[in-house]
C-alpha cells in the first residue's frame, strides 16, 4: 500500500481486509500503518484511535452483511425467503470471517442509533418472519432463535468443529428445514410456554 492519498474510508477498508486475513482482534493501529508504510501518528487524522476503527470497520461490516441480505431476500417470502436469508448470513460469515466478527463488536449505543444498517437489518429480519405470522414478544423470541442458530452453526462450522463424515451443507439445510417448521407452526410448539408478565 502507498502513503499517498489516504482517506478515512480507505484506512477503514483496510482495516475490514486485515480483519479478515489476520483477524478482527489483530487489527491495531501499529499493524495497520505497517500495511501502509507509514508512522501510526499518520493514521490518527482519519481515526481517533484504536476504538473509533473497529467501531468504522463494524459499521462497515454490518452494511456490507445487509447488502447481502437483503439482496438475497428481494423478492422472495416465507420459506423461500428464509432459506436465501439463512444461505447469506452462512456465506457472509464463512467467506469474511473479520467483518463477521467486527459485527458482533460492541458499539456505542448513540452509534447503532443512528447506524442506517443497524435499522435495516432489523427491517429485513422483521418482515421476514412477520410472514410467518410473527409479531411481538414472538417475534423477538424468533429473531433470538434465528441468529443463535445462525451464529452457532457458521462459529462451529467455521472452527473445523464439525467432523463427521456427514456433509455439512445437509445439516445445514435440515437445521434451515426444522426453522422453518418451527416458525410455521410457533403458536402451537410454544404453547404453555409462560411469559414473565404471564408468571404468579
Not at 490518527?44 to 438475497?72: C, M, Q, W
Not at 418472519?129 to 452453526?153: M, N, Q
Amino acid at each position: 500500500m502507498v502513503r499517498a492519498g489516504l482517506t478515512t474510508e480507505r484506512v477503514v477498508a483496510a482495516a475490514a481486509d486485515l480483519a479478515d486475513s489476520a483477524g478482527f482482534d489483530k487489527v491495531t493501529i501499529s499493524a495497520l500503518a505497517r500495511g501502509f508504510g507509514v508512522k501510526d501518528a499518520s493514521l490518527y487524522s482519519h481515526v481517533k484511535n484504536l476504538g473509533d476503527l473497529r467501531t468504522r470497520v463494524a459499521l462497515l461490516a454490518a452494511e456490507e452483511f445487509i447488502d447481502r441480505i437483503e439482496a438475497a431476500v428481494a423478492g422472495r417470502a416465507g420459506k423461500d425467503a428464509l432459506v436465501a436469508f439463512a444461505d447469506a448470513y452462512r456465506t457472509f460469515a464463512l467467506e469474511c470471517p473479520g467483518r463477521y466478527a467486527a459485527t458482533r463488536y460492541h458499539v456505542d449505543p448513540a452509534i447503532v442509533a443512528e447506524s442506517p444498517a443497524y435499522h435495516r437489518t432489523i427491517r429485513t429480519t422483521s418482515a421476514m418472519l412477520r410472514a410467518y405470522g410473527l409479531t411481538d414478544p414472538d417475534l423477538t423470541d424468533a429473531v433470538r432463535l434465528l441468529r443463535s442458530t445462525f451464529h452457532g452453526f457458521t462459529d462451529l462450522e467455521a472452527e473445523g468443529g464439525f467432523e463427521a463424515a456427514r456433509p455439512v451443507q445437509t445439516s445445514w439445510e435440515r437445521a434451515v428445514e426444522a426453522l422453518h417448521f418451527l416458525l410455521s407452526n410457533w403458536s402451537r410448539a410454544t404453547e404453555g410456554v409462560q411469559t414473565p408478565s404471564a408468571r404468579p
